[in-house]
Structures are given as structure tokens and as C-alpha cells.
């Protein structure tokens, strides 16, 4: 199995910065992609932000210029800086891993980590 651990999260003023880290453990094999993704009350889970093991990212159009997505690939770790946020950005954030499987590939999920932005 698969554990990702997140940290980081919590209570910030609009314009204010928060960082997030999620480290994966377990059976790892290769690790394709890892990502944040968030989910508001009411709205669907959507991906916030994504990196590749090649160090492709690619960002939603919603944060692009104010957060930036990294990884440390030898720590199985990625982390999101989150500066100017907003308080449409309260959500869940949830980390995810895509884990390569021979051909095929499985996806893992962190428990979440709330984000609240008070205006």
C-alpha cells in the first residue's frame, strides 16, 4: 500500500501565504505524477495544481502566478507554496500520488488538510 502524509494548512488573512508538503510511503515503485487537488463545500474536488517525475507542472487557470507546485524526488515529497490567497481558495486540500503498476497505474489520496482564508 501507499500512504501520503500532509502537513501544513490552516487559518490565513487574504493576501496572506501558507505552504503545504505531502510525503508518500510505501510501495512506491515509480511515481508518475503527485498533485493537490481541492474541494470547497458543495463543489466537486478539482485539481489545483500537478508535477510530474520529469518535473512538467501544470496549474489550474484559478492559481496560476500565485501558487507553485515542487517536488523532492529523492524525499517522495511535494509541496505547495500558496501566496496572495483569497477566500475562495478555503477548501480541503487533498494530495494524491499516481503510482505506476506495470502497465497500468494507481492513484492514492492523503486524508486532507483544510485551508480557510478569512477576508
Known amino acids: 500500500q501507499v500512504q501520503l502524509a500532509e502537513s501544513g494548512g490552516g487559518l490565513v488573512q487574504a493576501g496572506g501565504s501558507l505552504g503545504l508538503s505531502c510525503t508518500a510511503s510505501g510501495r512506491l515503485s515509480t511515481i508518475n505524477s503527485m498533485g493537490w487537488y481541492r474541494q470547497a463545500p458543495g463543489k466537486q474536488r478539482e485539481l489545483v495544481a500537478s508535477?510530474?517525475?520529469?518535473?512538467?507542472?501544470s496549474y489550474s487557470d484559478s492559481v496560476k502566478g500565485r501558487f507553485t507546485i515542487s517536488r523532492d524526488g529523492s524525499k517522495n515529497t511535494v509541496y505547495l507554496q500558496m501566496n496572495s490567497l483569497k477566500p475562495e481558495d478555503t477548501a480541503v486540500y487533498y494530495c494524491?500520488?499516481?503510482?505506476?503498476?506495470?502497465?497500468?497505474?494507481?492513484?492514492?489520496w492523503g486524508q486532507g488538510t483544510q485551508v480557510t482564508v478569512s477576508s
Open positions: 494524491d500520488a499516481k503510482i505506476r503498476r506495470g502497465p497500468f497505474e494507481d492513484e492514492y
Open positions: 508535477i510530474t517525475s520529469g518535473g512538467s507542472t
